[in-house]
Structures are given as structure tokens and as C-alpha cells.
């Protein structure tokens, strides 16, 4: 198993040891990587061909997607500690050339295509596998997300499952002063797809849900998972500032205070 | 044109069962054979350019070779970012093939007219560049490239009828077609807009201007090695593309000149100035920018005169 808070606290450690911001983002999605890591995504490796594929749409939240990866074991502690350094391969935003990375992601509006195309790949083959992808509520802005969302209704993609992470929050501030998006459950379900509400930080009820999607609609599915931006550290929650801003020495040691609830 | 790819896709099908053809709800008459013979291998995504080629690379990524058509414009521009940042970042053999470059839907108006494609492939290395000069030509590129790693961008001619005298379906990768060997002068063209170029040099000999044609039908693997042995031969060389003179052929023609500090004067014929509402046919068009076969020969004299501005 892996826990949403071993992602979390990886996450403000690797934060604050690059200095670098999009905290907030990658705190609201631990819980979520740690069901897909932990407990839904199958194959026998990274090079599997056959392995479920997942396509991390909201980019930004790359942290979060080594650290699971750490976790399972496919990149190493010391490849962790070169997050965000001169030469590293582990950017703020993920590529592809990482074992465990299916798709390079950080253009918002890119991933759901990407798994579009990757479950009718898999429905081409034959094959059972699965294609996840994790896409942000702000990124719900994007017009190709919904050419996607249309031509997977189109073609009744039941093995692909969308994730959306509805932390409420974007760049220059909350998702509904910027752009409304709800209904945004309706939306989904009016152009197709098979819908299902979620509390994105409980572990155990997201995959209890991804598996009960096996034996629903024929059509693609959208979890629409609640969550909160900076999930588990006090003064970031629903807090813009911390889409971008990196932690002081002393905002570490509260964060890390903090998430111990998260145990 | 547009006929020769679909009918060497149907070819390659046969052979390669990876191959795919996808389409944003175009490509009426052209497309039915490939459709008919392989239903389950062709796919509308409806007019939705971007998802084409975001799903195209989730097809490639799982050992598919997609194929995604559209109007040059659209193919090019529309979903550029995605053939940029999943394609090309990827290292994705997806295939983009934009139809009707330069004039070639001329009534349909500006938004149709496919003049930045050549120039913006260019920009990423990695993505093979061909455009071919007419109906035999696109058939053999078609079948010389189709299996190339990483991604491909073909500007095919939509019309079927273009011959380029002398050609004969000759194609090789990275590599110019050198028809004639006059001295007078070189002519350099690429795509469509071939048979104008080939036309004037047929005008030109007529008048005892002898000059070469150097066909350019593949722009990146970059063919500077045969171009520099090509320029270094002549004191004038005029390019000719239905495309803007900026980004495309004559960008790459003077590039290797100036590289090389070769003694030759670059002319490049092509559309300049600001885009403007003014339509018609094709071959109007072509004429209102220097491109048809007269207006080519006009410019070759003046040049050889010294006397063109």
C-alpha cells in the first residue's frame, strides 16, 4: 500500500529542499496517486506494454506523481533528491523519458487526448488494460479536454477513467470567480459519460470506486473527486498564494506538523 | 495528389496492420477507399484537430502508426502545440499530413490558404518534413517514408493531375531531384507549386535561357549537403514555394548560402506582405504572387538582366 501521507510528506520534503511552489496542487492529489499506486493500476513494470496506462493532465502536479513512483519503487531516493536541479530529469512538470511516465504532461487541456487515444489503443489490441487520467478542475477550461471527452462518449471508451481533482482553486484564484464550471458533474454526464462524486482524500473509497466501475455503463468514466488545495497543511488550504510560492524554514515545520492528521 | 497518398495508405495497410488513418471530418472523395477497406482502422474524430493528434499520440504511443488528415492550415496550425508537445517532445511516429498547401483551395479564402506549415515544421528538428511535386511523387514518398521513426509532416496537392515532367515518381529522402543541367540559371521549388516552376523552365528554354530545376521535396533530414554542391555551382538561384517566403524553401536556400559564404544571389518567390481579403481561383492567385509559370519566367529574365527589384 501506499499512503497518501508518505506522497505528502515527500512532497514538502523534495518542495523544500528545491525551493520551488505548486505545493498546494500536488497535496490535493496525494490521496488519489496513492489508490492508483497503491491499489488500481496493474501491469508488471514501467515497460510492460500491457501494463493500465495513466496520464498525469494536470502536469504542475509532477511532485506528486515521483513521489508514488518512489514509492513503488521505480525511482530511486537519490534520483528523488535531484528534483528540480541543473541536469535532473525530474522537473516540475513530467517527461515521458522517466521510467513510470507514461506521457510527458504541462501544456493543461493535453492528457485527456493523449488517454483518449491510449484506450482506443488498448480496445484496438484487445486488451484489458486500463487508461486513467488525472486532470485538474481549472483545466476543465481548456476546449480540447472536451473534444476529448466528446469522441470518448462517441466511442463508448468504458476503459478509460477520468479523474478530476475539484480543489476548487487555479492559478490567479478560485475556479468559481474565474471561470464556473459547475454544474460541473452534469456537464460530464450530459456529453456522455458515466459519473460518479468522490471524497478525493479517502483512500479506500477510491479504489472501492474504481473497482466498482468494472461492472457499470458501457461508457468512459469520470470520478469527480472532492478535494481540497493543500490537503493536510493548515495555512495553505483553499490559500491561492500557495499555487506558486515555495516554503519558508518555518512554514516547512508547521507543514510537516500538520500532516501528521494525515497518518 | 491527395489520391496518390490514400492509395499508397491502402497499400501500406495491407502490409501493416499499425497503420491507422484518423481524420477531423475532412477529406470527402478522398478518403472512401482507405475507409471501405478498413473500417476498423479509420476513424472520424469529428472537426477536432487538437484531440486528432493528442489521440494519435496515445495511439503511437502503444505501437500504432497514425495517420492524421486535415486541410494544410488545420493540420498545421490548429493542433500545432500537440504535435510539438506530444508528438515531437514523445518522439512519437505520428504522421500529419496537411492537404492543399499554398493556393491550392484558393476560392475558400484566406483561412484555406496553407502558407505557414513548411515554416513551422521546420522550427522542430525532429519532425520529417516532405513535401512532394505531384501525383507519382507522393506515391513514392508515401511509400519510402510511412515506417519512419518519430513524426512525419507530408503537404500533400490536392490536385491529382499535377506531372512534373522529367520526374517520374523519383523520391529519396533528404534528397533533391536535379532535372536539367543548365547553367544559366537555378530554379529551386517545392510541393504543388512544382509543375509552375517546371513550366517555366520549358518558357525559359524557349527564349535559350538554359536552366536547372532542382525539385525540393524533402526539407528536413535537411538536403543542405546536395543544396550547397547545387548553389555553389550557379550566381543566381530563385526559389519558388506556395508558402511564405519566410520559414519555408527560400529561408533554407539562404541559409546554406550565407553559412557557406557561397557567391550566389538568393531570390526567393513566394507570398509576402500582409494577408488580404482577395480571393479566387488558384491559378489566379498563384499569378497575383509571382508563382505561375509566366510570372516565373518574367522574374528569371529580370534577374538575369540585373534588372529585377
Redesign the interface.
Given at each position: 500500500m501506499i499512503s497518501a501521507y508518505d506522497i505528502s510528506k515527500i512532497v514538502l520534503e523534495q518542495s523544500m529542499r528545491a525551493k520551488v511552489g505548486h505545493i498546494g496542487s500536488s497535496l490535493s492529489i496525494a490521496g488519489i496517486l496513492a489508490a492508483l499506486f497503491g491499489g488500481v493500476l496493474e501491469g508488471k513494470g514501467p515497460d510492460d506494454?500491457d501494463r493500465d496506462?495513466f496520464v498525469l493532465s494536470k502536469g504542475h502536479a509532477a511532485l506528486a506523481l515521483y513521489a508514488a513512483l518512489h514509492l513503488r519503487g521505480w525511482i530511486s531516493a537519490e534520483a528523488m533528491n535531484t528534483y528540480c536541479a541543473d541536469g535532473s530529469m525530474l522537473g516540475v512538470h513530467p517527461?515521458?523519458e522517466l521510467a513510470g511516465v507514461?506521457?510527458?504532461t504541462?501544456?493543461l487541456?493535453?492528457g485527456?487526448?493523449?488517454?483518449?487515444?491510449?484506450?482506443?489503443?488498448?480496445r484496438?489490441?484487445r486488451s484489458d488494460r486500463r487508461?486513467f487520467v488525472l486532470v485538474s478542475d481549472a483545466e476543465c477550461n481548456e476546449?480540447?479536454l472536451w473534444?476529448?471527452v466528446?469522441?470518448a462518449a462517441?466511442q463508448h471508451l468504458s476503459n478509460l477513467v477520468a479523474i478530476v481533482d475539484m480543489n476548487g482553486q487555479q492559478a490567479l484564484g478560485y475556479t468559481k470567480d474565474v471561470l464556473s464550471l459547475e454544474p460541473l458533474p452534469a456537464k460530464w454526464q450530459a456529453f456522455g459519460w458515466d459519473v460518479l462524486e468522490v471524497d478525493g482524500h479517502d483512500v479506500a473509497g477510491l479504489i472501492r470506486a474504481i473497482e466498482s466501475l468494472k461492472t457499470r455503463a458501457h461508457a468512459p468514466h469520470v470520478l469527480i473527486a472532492r478535494t481540497e488545495f493543500g490537503h493536510g497543511v493548515s495555512y495553505m488550504r483553499s490559500q491561492i498564494k500557495w499555487h506558486y510560492l515555495p516554503m519558508s524554514e518555518a512554514d516547512y515545520e508547521d507543514a510537516l506538523k500538520d500532516i501528521e492528521t494525515l497518518r | 495528389m491527395r489520391g496518390a497518398f490514400v492509395r499508397g495508405l491502402v497499400d501500406i495497410a495491407r502490409e501493416d496492420e499499425r497503420v491507422?488513418l484518423l481524420t477531423a471530418d475532412l477529406g470527402f472523395m478522398a478518403l472512401e477507399p482507405f475507409a471501405e477497406a478498413y473500417p476498423?482502422?479509420f476513424?472520424n474524430?469529428?472537426v477536432?484537430e487538437?484531440?486528432m493528434?493528442?489521440?494519435?499520440?496515445?495511439?503511437?504511443?502503444?505501437?500504432?502508426l497514425?495517420f492524421c488528415y486535415s486541410i494544410a492550415t488545420f493540420a498545421s496550425m490548429r493542433g500545432y502545440?500537440?504535435i510539438r508537445?506530444?508528438a515531437v517532445?514523445?518522439r512519437l511516429p505520428i504522421r500529419v499530413v496537411g492537404v492543399g498547401g499554398g493556393f491550392e483551395y484558393g476560392p475558400a479564402g484566406a483561412s484555406h490558404h496553407g502558407l505557414e506549415d513548411i515554416g513551422l515544421m521546420r522550427l522542430q528538428p525532429q519532425i520529417c518534413l516532405i513535401a512532394p511535386a505531384d501525383y507519382s511523387q507522393t506515391l513514392s514518398a508515401v511509400k519510402a517514408t510511412w515506417d519512419m521513426p518519430g513524426p512525419v509532416y507530408y503537404r500533400i496537392g490536392k490536385d491529382d493531375r499535377r506531372k512534373v515532367p522529367g520526374l517520374d515518381g523519383h523520391f529519396e529522402l533528404g534528397k533533391p531531384d536535379v532535372l536539367g543541367d543548365g547553367a544559366d540559371l537555378l530554379l529551386l521549388s517545392t510541393g504543388a507549386v512544382s509543375v509552375e516552376a517546371a513550366g517555366a523552365v520549358q518558357k525559359l528554354a524557349a527564349k535559350g535561357v538554359r536552366t536547372t530545376l532542382a525539385i525540393v521535396s524533402t526539407l528536413n533530414p535537411s538536403p543542405g549537403a546536395d543544396l550547397l554542391a547545387l548553389l555553389g555551382d550557379f550566381p543566381v538561384a530563385i526559389t519558388v514555394e506556395a508558402h511564405r517566403v519566410s520559414g519555408g524553401l527560400g529561408s533554407l536556400v539562404c541559409e546554406v548560402i550565407a553559412e557557406n559564404r557561397l557567391r550566389c544571389q538568393a531570390v526567393r518567390v513566394g507570398v509576402s506582405g500582409p494577408p488580404t481579403a482577395v480571393t479566387g481561383s488558384e491559378a489566379y492567385l498563384l499569378r497575383r504572387h509571382g508563382l505561375d509559370r509566366d510570372s516565373l519566367t518574367t522574374t528569371a529574365l529580370n534577374v538575369l538582366a540585373g534588372t529585377y527589384a
Open positions: 506494454p496506462r517527461d515521458s507514461d506521457f510527458s504541462g501544456s487541456g493535453h485527456l487526448p493523449l488517454a483518449v487515444g491510449a484506450a482506443l489503443a488498448a484496438m489490441q487508461c476546449g480540447s473534444e476529448a466528446m469522441l462517441h | 491507422v476498423e482502422r476513424l474524430v469529428g477536432a487538437q484531440d493528434v493528442g489521440v494519435a499520440c496515445g495511439l503511437a504511443e502503444a505501437g500504432f497514425p502545440e500537440f508537445s506530444a517532445l514523445h
